[in-house]
């Protein structure tokens, strides 16, 4: 009877014994297989640059994993500030990890009717080796449906990638960055022409102003139902940048057949910075003034010229 106990005793040890070694082998199991903490992760933006659309439907703009940007339904003010997302790994493990790149799910961008999509990457797979460091370029395809207003525009994609160890596999994932900027095209519209006025000819020679602050005639006779007056140009861009506006020339002849008049034109403002904010936009009036000399017996006529006015950013 003691004999029995004692083996039944000894039955339920081993049974104990069996299960808490099971149980012991499998966590050792499915802790070896986190394997997050040997690789030091970071990123580095793609970035689309400031972009100007230039088509109401859709402007593409695609970057490379080399960082070439193309653009279709878009322009750019800048050539610079664009480039490739890049992912850096770092193994702090001795043992070589294969690293492949999951398939990257398309992104909305927070606040404008965008989306990032068609990413590509340089390497789909590739050997991190052992306490070393590897990277690759993503590049990504930004789709824009109709107008975004003016501002820059930041979100994460996010990049799944699997990590393998010999017969050990890890999923893992990375935010990359993106960002790009929504310029105002330049404009510039006139919206009067610079008008000296009508005189009568004068017996000596005289000098026409006529600038922001009004019009001197000197000594000259109005022609009743003249109206001398500052040509108007309306610029419009974007919000906070500075802009230059130069005439074609300063010096002109008006001329009236084989007759001339000598003229000295000036813009006012030459420099400035648009006003608003991102939402809207403070157009930029253009003024256009100057002085015509007169001489004494001026032969009748209308005395015409035309000048181009450019616009452009200072950066």
């Known amino acids: 009877?003691?004999?029995?106990?004692?083996?039944?005793?000894?039955?339920?040890?081993?049974?104990?014994?069996?299960?808490?070694?099971?149980?012991?082998?499998?966590?050792?199991?499915?802790?070896?297989?986190?394997?997050?903490?040997?690789?030091?992760v970071m990123t580095d933006q793609i970035s689309f640059g400031d972009i100007i659309q230039t088509n109401r439907d859709s402007s593409v703009i695609s970057m490379?994993?080399?960082?070439?940007?193309?653009?279709?339904?878009a322009t750019s003010s800048k050539n610079y500030?664009?480039?490739?997302?890049?992912?850096?790994?770092?193994n702090t493990d001795p043992i070589n990890k294969t690293i492949t790149?999951?398939?990257?799910?398309?992104?909305?961008?927070?606040?404008?009717?965008?989306?990032l999509s068609n990413f590509v990457v340089s390497s789909n797979t590739f050997q991190v080796s052992g306490e070393g460091k590897s990277s690759i370029n993503v590049g990504a395809t930004l789709t824009i449906k109709g107008f975004c207003h003016a501002g820059t525009y930041t979100g994460n994609a996010v990049i799944n990638y699997q990590v393998?160890?010999?017969?050990?596999?890890?999923?893992?994932?990375?935010?990359l960055p993106f960002v790009f900027g929504i310029e105002i095209p330049l404009g510039l519209a006139k919206q009067a022409d610079l008008n000296f006025g009508s005189y009568l000819s004068p017996q000596k020679d005289e000098v026409i102003t006529i600038t922001q602050k009004g019009v001197n005639t000197g000594n000259l006779t109005h022609?009743?139902?003249?109206?001398?007056?500052?040509?108007?140009?309306?610029?419009?861009?974007?919000?906070?940048?500075?802009?230059?506006?130069?005439?074609?020339?300063?010096?002109?002849?008006?001329?009236?057949?084989?007759?001339?008049?000598?003229?000295?034109?000036?813009?006012?403002?030459?420099?400035?910075?648009?006003?608003?904010?991102?939402?809207?936009?403070s157009p930029q009036n253009i003024i256009v003034g100057g002085k015509i000399y007169v001489k004494a017996n001026q032969a009748t006529g209308r005395y015409t010229d035309t000048v181009y006015v450019t616009i452009f950013y200072n950066d």
């Open 1 to 40: 009877m003691l004999g029995s106990e004692y083996g039944d005793m000894l039955l339920r040890t081993r049974l104990f014994m069996k299960k808490f070694y099971a149980l012991f082998s499998m966590f050792c199991i499915f802790s070896s297989d986190v394997l997050a903490d040997e690789f030091i």
């Open 64 to 73: 490379s994993h080399s960082g070439v940007r193309t653009m279709v339904g």
């Open 81 to 90: 500030g664009t480039s490739s997302g890049e992912i850096f790994f770092e």
């Open 101 to 115: 790149i999951m398939p990257i799910s398309d992104i909305d961008v927070p606040g404008c009717s965008a989306t």
């Open 164 to 175: 393998e160890n010999n017969d050990k596999v890890s999923h893992e994932t990375a935010n």
């Open 223 to 281: 022609v009743p139902g003249s109206n001398p007056h500052v040509g108007v140009m309306l610029a419009t861009g974007v919000s906070g940048k500075s802009a230059n506006v130069e005439l074609s020339k300063t010096e002109v002849e008006l001329k009236n057949g084989k007759n001339t008049l000598l003229a000295e034109l000036n813009i006012s403002p030459s420099s400035f910075v648009f006003g608003g904010n991102e939402q809207i936009d």
